[in-house]
């Protein structure tokens, strides 16, 4: 279970955006819809304990996010929440197991190889596991971030805008994809969009 309550964030230059309260439960699946610059990414980074909010508290579980030292907060992310870029962010000089594996030392988590093994096979590219991002396309790149979001078999899975970039049959097969991989994880999802393309997957919605 993730709540937020009383949320609001002022940047240094000054507007403040509020959040309504929010309560998500277990396994559930939420889009959160907005016009632009109406805050869906500022709330998804606060959600995601990298932007520390102005006011208010974010629970997910019994933590109480933002009272966590920065360095168990480190850990939490990487334990309790899988996070999807716009843009796949890799490392290039690593190949895609790697970048794998790279997500599970940076928690302090165990490397599970037959866990991400089994990801990048139910994402359809596990004949790519030793290939370089340089090597793969969009889709493929986006279906490996997927994958990384998962590797640490996260409570959450956000995605700030994941099809943006991608084509009907890419961005239909990367939400196909979050949805059923949330399920099976047993994670709640929340995708920020603005793509009617992904409306039709999700029934909640929480409105900015
Ligand atoms: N680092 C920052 N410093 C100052 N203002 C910021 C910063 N990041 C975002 N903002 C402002 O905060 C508001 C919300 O931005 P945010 O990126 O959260 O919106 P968004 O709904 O995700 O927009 P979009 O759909 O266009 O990506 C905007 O007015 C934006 O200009």
Not at 24 to 42: C, F, N, R, V, Y
Request: charged letters at 20%.
């Amino acid at each position: 279970m993730i709540n937020i309550t009383s949320l609001a964030h002022i940047y240094e230059q000054g507007r403040r955006i509020a959040f309504p309260d929010w309560e998500i439960a277990d396994m559930e699946h939420w889009l959160l819809l907005g016009a632009s610059g109406s805050g869906k990414s500022t709330l998804l980074n606060i959600i995601a304990g990298l932007l520390k909010p102005s006011q208010g508290q974010v629970f997910i579980h019994d933590t109480n996010l933002y009272t966590l030292p920065a360095r168990r907060m480190d850990q939490f992310r990487g334990k309790n929440i899988g996070i999807v870029f716009q843009r796949p962010h890799l490392i290039q000089s690593l190949n895609v197991l790697d970048n794998l594996e790279l997500a599970a030392v940076m928690a302090g988590v165990p490397i599970d190889s037959e866990h991400n093994l089994a990801l990048l096979n139910d994402l359809g590219i596990a004949d790519k596991a030793q290939n370089y991002p340089a090597q793969l396309s969009q889709g493929q790149l986006q279906r490996v971030s997927v994958a990384r979001a998962l590797v640490n078999k996260p409570d959450l899975l956000i995605a700030d805008e994941p099809t943006s970039s991608l084509d009907d049959v890419n961005a239909a097969q990367v939400t196909e994809m979050l949805t059923t991989q949330a399920r099976a994880n047993g994670a709640s999802l929340v995708i920020a969009t603005h793509d009617q393309r992904v409306c039709k997957y999700i029934t909640k919605t929480y409105l900015l």
